[in-house]
């Protein structure tokens, strides 16, 4: 009864906010949708546009968005925050190179001519999974606990 | 999703890129050849054929509409490469219209999507929008039906009853988030998702798993200097009258100068919330009432002459099995025009302090080591790319059939047939448990054509 309760009231405070928000909303332009300069051939260098020098004007500082090793495990939180930065540069089907639900063969595979990107489980990754689950199986939920698993259940039953 | 609503879906949102004045076609075709000769397992040959086809039309009479699909297909053209027998598989991993207002940042999808906000990570058969309010308020929020997966835990003794019952109770799946962007000093978000109204204990006869999932989340980044932020998330059960830590996850990272990056990381998850909603609940397992711990971090520093070197170090928990530390180095090189790319890393895991991990093998270690080295090379319209992984394991491993070290060797030559058109080859060998020699092969034709010449890739 409680629990019903208190979904009456997430809904009607949801409806009324839903409301209250078409004149909330703000009046300012929507951020370029993709990145407003053609990207060349090949991988760009950011830095060549992006520098950190301010006098440039708006150019985002390439400080402020360096992907080094550590940003690319822990971009998570920004995207889950604001994925629309993500997306004026990167396609949705970069993202599903890794977070695509379910995939014929695993990232290192598919990429295995581009050594610099950071795709998942690299060699015999069926023995070492013995072992990284045993110590950390919450890091193998994020992509295999709801989805990308019928492997996992050919043995795990 | 029915395979014919499937097939539907797909022809209307392919006959819809008629109306686009920007549509890029994009693809990778992909053949693998592998021989296994496995003990104990019958001889195979496997050349697995894999196309992936991505399509986005943009402007589809509104400079503000837009359509994006992406899945892919595989054949086998021998023996099945597939663990149920079969010769042929395929997804669509996303196809969807999206409408993006000209203020506001606000937007509107249809179709088959996936949700990142707050909590989930989600896919949906649904709609979802976002808006920036006044003061720097956002708000967001999905509705749907979830992408279904096989519930194969108990389908195989069931027949097929788990599949229908974790169907049933995830008929629904919706969630929002409510944001708030105090000038530049970061954004703070409460997020709530539901996945399922019919919980185990609802359905008419009650079921032993529970494959609905209710969170609420709190996620923040707070930077109040250039030099300094703070970011994460904490998750909530709420799915019972009392509400449950699933998930801390919180990383500070300092930048020390123009080159230092240091930062630190601490989570914790409770298996019993943490892993709420699972389709493989014999494998994450609530029940065992688990808990994992870990802290750590990291130090790069991005040094003269395009070097960038890593340092880190994580130390984890878990209460069944104990103690272990992970640390290790990486260092990267590119020059100036990326035509050239090295890296090297190594990294040991010590677990002297866990308790017994196997049963069957009371002196099995979770302790390894691994090291990696690789390069990559463009010279006009060719590339190529070595790399090398080495894993180094205790002689206690019973699961290794008396190896000691597992290595693996890919090698790849490209070319560049036209700005649009790159085709590859890639040979690997490798020593694994299973098969103390194996050689693959693998051909790979790229292809973009289209229209749209900015934005990502």
């Known amino acids: 009864m409680a629990r019903k309760t208190a979904l009456k009231v997430f809904a009607a405070v949801l409806g009324l906010g839903v409301l209250m928000a078409c004149s909330l909303v703000s009046p300012e332009a929507s951020f370029a949708r993709t990145h407003p300069q053609e990207l060349g051939a090949g991988r760009p260098v950011c830095s060549e546009c992006h520098t950190t020098d301010v006098s440039k004007g708006a150019l985002k500082p390439y400080a402020a968005f360096d992907h080094t090793v550590g940003f690319v495990k822990d971009h998570r939180f920004q995207a889950n925050q604001d994925n629309n930065t993500c997306a004026s ?21 598919r990429l295995s001519d581009r050594p610099d990107r ?28 709801r989805a990308n698993n019928d492997k996992c259940q050919a043995c795990h039953r | 999703m029915k395979r014919h609503t499937h097939v539907a879906l797909i022809a209307t949102l392919m006959s819809a890129t008629a109306w686009g004045q920007e549509v890029s076609l994009y693809g990778t075709t992909m053949a693998q050849m592998w021989k296994s000769e496995d003990p104990g397992f019958n001889k195979a040959a496997y050349r697995p054929a894999t196309q992936y086809l991505g399509i986005d039309a943009t402007k589809l009479g509104s400079d503000n509409l837009s359509l994006h699909l992406f899945g892919w297909g ?52 649904g709609v979802s929008g976002r808006t920036d309010l006044l003061n720097g308020f956002t708000l967001s929020a999905f509705a749907g039906k979830p992408v279904l997966f096989k519930a194969g835990d108990l389908a195989h003794l069931s027949g097929g009853a788990a599949q229908h019952n974790y169907e049933t109770q995830r008929d629904v799946i919706f969630g929002s988030r409510l944001g708030w962007r105090p000038s530049s000093t970061g954004e703070i978000g409460i997020s709530y998702l539901q996945d399922g109204s019919k919980t185990a204990k609802d359905m008419k006869i009650a079921q032993p798993v529970d494959y609905t999932r209710r969170q609420a989340a709190l996620d923040l980044t707070f930077v109040p200097t250039s030099f300094f932020d703070f970011r994460g998330r904490t998750i909530y059960d709420v ?12 990383t500070a990272t300092l930048k020390v100068g123009s080159q230092i990056l240091v930062s630190g990381n601490f989570a914790q998850r409770e298996f019993l919330y943490y892993y709420a909603g699972t389709n493989l ?7 065992d009432n688990d808990r994992f711990d870990a802290w750590g971090g990291s130090v790069t520093w991005n040094a003269p002459l395009s070097i960038q070197l890593v340092a ?24 100036a025009e990326k035509t050239m790319m090295v890296g090297a890393s190594g990294h040991v895991a010590n677990a002297a302090k866990t308790l017994l991990v196997d049963s069957a093998a009371p002196f099995r270690s979770l302790s390894y080591g691994e090291a990696r080295a690789w390069a990559m090379v463009t010279k006009g319209k060719f590339t190529a790319s070595l790399d090398g992984i080495l894993q180094k394991y205790r002689a206690s491993n019973p699961y290794l059939n008396g190896l000691k070290n597992l290595y693996e060797v890919v090698g790849s030559l490209g070319y560049e047939v036209t700005k649009n058109v790159k085709v590859s080859g890639d040979l690997s060998h490798a020593t694994t448990a299973v098969s103390k020699n194996e050689t693959r092969g693998l051909l790979r034709a790229e292809y973009r054509f289209g229209m749209a010449s900015k934005g990502g890739r």
């Open chain 2, 312 to 335: 880190d170090y994580r130390h984890t928990h878990r209460e069944t099995y104990g103690e272990v530390n992970k640390a290790g180095g990486e260092l990267r090189w590119a020059n």
């Open chain 2, 74 to 125: 595989k054949t086998d053209l021998s023996d099945s490469s597939n663990f149920d027998g079969t010769k042929t598989a395929g997804y669509l991993n996303y196809g969807y219209l999206q409408y993006q207002f000209s203020k506001a940042n606000a937007e509107l999808k249809a179709g088959r999507f996936t949700v990142n906000q707050g909590t989930g990570f989600e896919q949906v058969d």
């Open chain 1, 89 to 109: 540069c990167h396609a949705q089907s970069f993202c599903s190179d890794c977070h695509g639900g379910k995939a014929p063969m695993k990232p290192a595979t």
């Open chain 1, 118 to 145: 950071a795709a998942p489980h690299r060699g015999d990754y069926m023995t070492l999974h013995r072992i990284e689950g045993k110590m950390d199986p919450s890091s193998c939920f994020k992509c295999h606990g």
């Open chain 2, 281 to 287: 609940p014999s494998l994450f397992r609530q029940n």
């Open chain 2, 239 to 250: 799915s019972n009258e009392r509400v449950n830590v699933a998930e801390h996850d919180w």
